[in-house]
DNA sequence: TCATGTCAAGAGCAGTGCTCTCAATTGTTT
DNA sequence: AAACAATTGAGAGCACTGCTCTTGACATGA
């Protein structure tokens, strides 16, 4: 226990570290797979047992607890997702900024209706009693965003952003959180979009959740498509990615 | 077993059925506070067994099983959101739409920062394994969505929106869906707004989800108030109620 | 070869949803 | 007032959960 995060990092060398890393492998393989058809609330280290073939007690030489397979699953959620976007993004030319951010959005969309339960870990109501460790989880769990602001960011540098650019925001405890934002990533976009941004990004979210959730009702939008395409170009107007 | 709907709705007449109700009401109450403390997954019919005083098997003569009692507490919840937005939306004068709309956004958020575990249940993740009754929930779940039309369709029909109204939605699958829901609440707004208007609804519950799930980062956003005010501006305008 | 480290298994505790039976209480009717 | 019937609470019990601890078997490296 002397370095626990360094040799976790570390790639297995003998065999025996080298069966215990497919195992621990198995097990999220197993939970994904429980995770997706049943839902975070439902995960159950017992049945992941029994699918494992072992018994219960045994997972515990692997995975410390739930929470710890919890986290497992959302840093591998988190990473898919991320691959995902990363994917969808770097298909498009670079240059062709509001095609990246349709596409990030597209991507996120697809991701979420083909994964729901896993996008609900991801994006839904908190799991009771499990508080994600910041640690592990923040580099995964802000690929989506960061790729969505260097969108954004790149388009301002080449000067390709609509010129009817968001009103700026005033001085304020809000402009000083942007300022943090712009310093720490290294930006350039004004308060105003980035603000926006913000807004973009959750808006994003939100209407794939009540998508995935089944918040609209179950016939008011049959087009659910031609919905998302249509709030995804208002959106990248509101940032100024389109006319 | 004949009617039961129907006595379901009748005022208590016979002490007998007064001192039930009662029961089911302290048994909704204390379901409440658990929600409010633990979460929906945490949510245990024993346990509130143990607050009122009796043993859980008792519990079962009032409430048919947990899924019964999370549709209870599930409309419990849609009504004192609807409450509270009528609320606010009715303390702002009839003409003033965007201050009724805004009005609307606030109510929603504060709501939700107050009592996070039952918004949650709302408009979170799906408890695995229910699923809500769409006969008993549609009702009091569309409120604030009904609400928020009500704002903008006064707002068009009054001649108050601004002028630079969104595009036409070109006749699609998507136009049929927002004619149906025109007829159906005999609405005067045109398509484009009609969009628009669903844009600013989903984005509304995920810039408040976003939050109140924590998904923002813990030190990202300070001022999360003057954030929210600003999304508030911009989705107004998205709608046409401000300049 | 032998000691060390690792492992699976099993028993067990406390909690969960839910069902069933039985006895007591309560309200209604004769 | 007495008899009846409906309603209720208690308790036992089943199958499930997360998790801990002990025991015995095994493989690895010295």
Redo the contacts with the bound molecule.
């Keep these: 226990m002397s370095d626990a995060a360094a040799e976790a990092e570390t790639t297995p060398r ?3 570290e080298r ?2 890393a497919q ?1 621990i492998e198995d097990i999220v393989r197993l939970g994904r797979e429980h995770l997706a058809t049943q839902g975070a609330a439902a ?5 992941v047992a029994r699918d494992l073939g ?5 997972v ?3 995975v410390a ?3 710890e397979l919890l986290t497992l699953l959302l840093v591998d959620a988190y990473d898919e997702l991320g691959d995902a976007v990363d994917l969808a993004v770097n298909a498009m030319p670079p240059k062709d900024h509001a095609g990246r951010f349709k596409a990030l959005g597209r991507a996120v969309r697809d991701w979420a209706l083909r994964e729901p339960a896993r996008y609900g870990l991801l994006f839904g109501s908190p799991v009771p009693g499990y508080q994600a460790p910041a640690g592990r989880t923040s580099t995964p769990g802000t690929r989506v965003i960061y790729s969505m602001i260097g969108i954004l960011d790149a388009a301002y540098r080449a000067g390709e952003l609509t010129t009817a650019a968001p009103a700026a925001v005033a001085p304020s405890a809000l402009s000083a959180d942007l300022e943090a934002i712009r310093d720490e990533l290294g930006l350039a976009v004004p308060d105003g979009l980035l603000a926006n941004g913000a807004l973009v990004w959750t808006s994003l979210f939100g209407t794939v959740s009540f998508e995935v959730f089944g918040q609209y009702g179950a016939d008011t939008f049959s087009a659910r498509g031609e919905l998302f395409e249509h709030h995804l170009a208002v959106l990248a107007k509101l940032v100024g990615l389109e006319a």
Excluded: G
């Design positions: 003998t065999p025996r069966a215990r195992t995960l159950s280290l017992r049945a072992v018994v219960s007690s045994a515990y030489r692997y607890n739930r929470d």
